[in-house]
Every structure is written in structure tokens, then in C-alpha cells.
């Protein structure tokens, strides 16, 4: 057993998509660094042939083996589904979903056990996740099951922005009810908190209005004078570096970190999903990465999906799940 | 009379703003071509001798006299406030609102009247205007009066992305109420009628959705299913190549205009303000152009304020002011 700090997992996401693809990818151009794969081996042979990559596949007994270099170092869950080989690229199937899902669990349990320095989870399909029985919509919800994380929150991040979002995948109408007191000052707090695991004890955090310019003194919705500056004010009694609320439509852009423009702040949350999504992503998706926040572990993922459309037909770009593991490894630290 | 078809009224704004000192800080770098100032001619000789820029202001009898070279040309409008000279830089004054409006109503019947080709209007203060008695909000509006045009919409735009929005100054919960079928296709109309008129006559008109994933097939919000999607399908009969409803999150992104990335859209329209405006403001103010559709004549300004807190103390960036007059000159041909 030759147990690496910084050995991170990196799930296989559903086989018959990209993920498996990705992986490989990742590992082939030095990109994953000290990492172990959770998922079949199988699999990840089949990615490796369909790559065209001359990468052997080891299968480690246990996640903590050591690795053999440059090769594709496999551990599988016990409760791995069998046949996974056999499985039809890029279509929905239930045996998929179930072993994306087992294999989920299993990084989780390796992270709590502090076995691993994080997970970079590959795309799953929720169609296939939903029709294996699983109850939880994605990975988000599943890590937070496994974690028993009382609330978690996505950041978006790519080489010049880090955006929290406060509501994710709801109408924007109900998003707007949703909305409160509680949900952007624990929204903070779990930045703050974030922060501090990663090592940065005081990040400037900027907080978007909901409304054009912020409500303009409540001319305009009242939702920031009624609970997003109060939210602002008690994280700040609480010692957390909580601004705002600045008007939606020039806080990123005073946020954005580029070559002779220092970022205002080091993040900006977002009340919606779109007010955070659209700066994030204005410049192109190939860098953005998604990452937990609120977790006991570091986990990330890339900012795409399965691409069934692709999956073992054209070459995928591995460039996000490699931006993913690139921030694993900054967070982890 | 030596009429210039290709002239541009340039209203002076508010007095007490920036305006007057971005329009001859335009006119002595050459950026401005030829125009005629719509102001006074006393404010306009204190902000050339408060820029330091040693060029002589010219007032013109009537709007279409020829200009003698290298100076500032002024035409006074008959209704013009007296007393403009006394104006106290960077404070509210019901005067500087009364002259700014006269100015703008002024310049609306000279385009009318097709005696300029177009209207680029400098900053006015929204509280001077209404301290002055006018019970407008803004330009928009007034300019929609005057004109007696139906319906008119902002478009913001800058060298890689024009966006028009079908709401903008309400408050979220408010934007979401307002939108309907009528809304979004008289936007659609709207815009197809402006850029025949600048001699684009059929543009690739994104529409982005109002929710996370345009809705996510009713999933996340049906208004891309009640509304949305009919209004395209409407103006695609009418023989608009409208498309969509796209995610919010990354049309934007596609319809990008940069080196190396050619937009797949000409023309992106949003629902709400910040949708819009997020994406046209991430990579910086400096550039961004707003413009007025549905009026008979082009209109176009800078996408900032009076910056009352700067004005006559340090020098304004010109930069927008003079995208504004580009912008106008490219719409009017």
C-alpha cells in the first residue's frame, strides 16, 4: 500500500458517453496527474481501444495500490454491475446508470475516508441514472446524500471568474420565491467556509442583485433592500467579506480576473441561474468547471454533459475534464 | 444652407454632466464626422476651455449651415433655458433638465424633418428631467412620444454582440409578468423593421429563453412553451429568421462576434435586462453602444450617465460616446 495525499478520483461517469473517453484523454496527456479511475475495467479498456491511445489499463486491488506508470489505473467498486461491456454507446441504458452511480458512492466514500484528495466526477445521464432507480436527480444531490451535507451550493469557475449560484435548475419565476433571508446568507456562509478549506480565509465575496441596477433603491423590486443586503449585513457581523448588493449586469464584469484587469473580487453570487451562467460561459464553455460547494471534500466536475450524440463516433475534448482536475488539485492544495 | 445628409445631431445632455465634454473631446479627436451640436453655446465654450482643448465653438444660425473646419458647430434651439453658463457642474438643476429636453425634442423634429441622418444623444439625469417638469423617464420615451412610434426597444451593442431586450427597467417579478406572446413578437417585428432600415434585411435573430435551459422542455417554466416558441414560430411565417428559444446561458456565447469565433447569430434577443446586458458589459463599458429601435430615425448613446461625480473635475473617457456616433453612422448608411 503506498497511500498518495494527492491521488484524486476521477468516477467514469456513464459508460456510454464520453466520461470513459474523457479519462482516458486526461490521463494520456499528463493532465490527471497522481489519480486513481473508480469504474470498470472493461470500460475503460474499451475507451482506451476507441481512443486510439496505446495506454494499458491496470486494475488496482485496492484504490490506495500503487500505480504502475503511465498506464490507465482502474479500481472497481465491489458493486460494480457486470456486463458493462457490452453496453451500446450513446444510448440510454439502466445498467449504466447504475454503474455510474455506484461508482459515485464509492469516490464519496473514499473521500470521506480521506483516502483520496478529491473527485472529478465524468458526465452521467440522468434519463439512465433515473431508470437504474436512483431517486437523486444528479451528482450533486447524490454527494450530498452520501456527504450528509445540510446544503450545498454550485460554483462555476473558469481562469477569470468564480460565480455561486444561489437557485439553480428551477423556473425563474419560482426561483424568484425561493429566494430569501436564509438562502443567500447560507449561501455565504458556505462560500466562506469553502474558502477556508481551499485556504483562502477571506475572499471578496461580491452578492448580484435579483433586479436591473440592484432595484435601484427599491424603484425597481424590493428583494435587495428586503433580504439580500440584510443577508449581506449579518454575514459581514459574522466576519465574512460579503458586498453588495451591485447591480447584475457590471458586477461580473468588474469581477472578471484578465491580463491588465484585476478582478474587483475573488467571487460573485448570483441569485439565478443564467445571471451567473452567462458571464461564466461568454467566452467559451472549454474551460469551465463545476465544483460542490458545502461538501467535506473536494469534488468538481467538467461543465458539459454526456455527449451520447459523439460517445465512440468523433474524438470528445477532453479540456474541461481537465480544467476540472487542474481545479481539484488547487482546492485540494 | 449646405446641407450634409450625412450630419448627426449630437444633443449636448445635461449640462452639469459629462455630456457636453465628451461631445468636444469626440469632435477634436475626428471621431466625430460631421454633425451639428444641438445645445448652448455658452456650456458648450466652458467644457472645450475646461477639457483644455483649444478649439473654437461655432454657433450656427440655422442647423444645416456649413461649418467652418476645426470647430465646434452649434445650433441653439429658439426654447433654450437662458442662463445655462451659470450652471453649477455635477448638481441636480431643474434648468440643466429643462435644456436638455428642449435639446432632445429639438434634434427629434430636425431628424423627423430628415435634416440629419441621425440622433446621438449625450447623458441627461433622470431627476434634473423631472425637476424641469418633464414627465418622461428618459430618452426612450421621449423619443417614442415625439416620434408618435407604437413600440420601441433598447438594443445594446458593441463590436461582438448586439442584444435587444423585450423588458428593462422593472423588477424581475415584474419583467416575467409583462412578457407575452405580443411582447416578444412585436420585439421580433421590431427588430427586423430596424435592420432593413439599416440594410440588413434578413439577420439571424437568436431569442434567448426566459429559464435555466430555456425551460428544460417545461421542466424548469413552460413560458418558452406557452409564449416564446409561438411568437418564433408567428415571426417565421411573417419571414423573420427568428430561432430558438435558446438556453440563456450560452447563446450569447454562440452569437459572439470575435477573431477566429464568427457569431452564428446577428442579433440575440433577451427577456430581461440582465439576461442582455451581462454578456454586453463582461468584457467592458468602454465600447458599448445603446441604440433605440422602432423609432423613424436612427438613435444612438453612450452606455453611461452624466457621472456627476467626475464632471468638470476630472477628464470623462470619451470612448462610448464615440462607439455611439460609429454605431450611428454605420445605421444610417
New interface residues.
Partial sequence: MTHDARRLALTMGDAAGIGPEIIVRAIASGAAGPCVVVGSVDVMRRATAQSGLLLPVALLDAPDDAVPPDCVPVWQPPALPAGLGDLVMGQVQATAGAAAACCIEAAARLALAGQVAGIVTAPIHKEALAASGVHHPGHTEMLQALAGAPAVRMMLANGELRVVLVT???????A?ELLDFDAVLQTLRIVQGAAVRWGQPRPRIAVAG????A??GG?????ELRFIAPAIAAAVAEGIDARGPFA???V??RA?HAPGHPGEFDIVVAM????G?????????EHGVNVTLGLPFVRTSPDHGTAFDIAGRRPADARSFEAAIRMARQLAG
Avoid at 435579483?210 to 441596477?213: A, G, K, M, R, S
Fill in positions: 439553480i435548475h428551477v423556473a425563474l419565476r419560482r424568484i435579483l433586479n436591473p441596477h432595484g435601484e424603484l425597481f423590486g424590493d428583494e447584475p449586469d457590471t461580473f464584469m472578471r439565478t441561474h443564467d445571471h451562467l452567462i458571464p461564466v460561459k461568454y467566452l467559451g464553455v
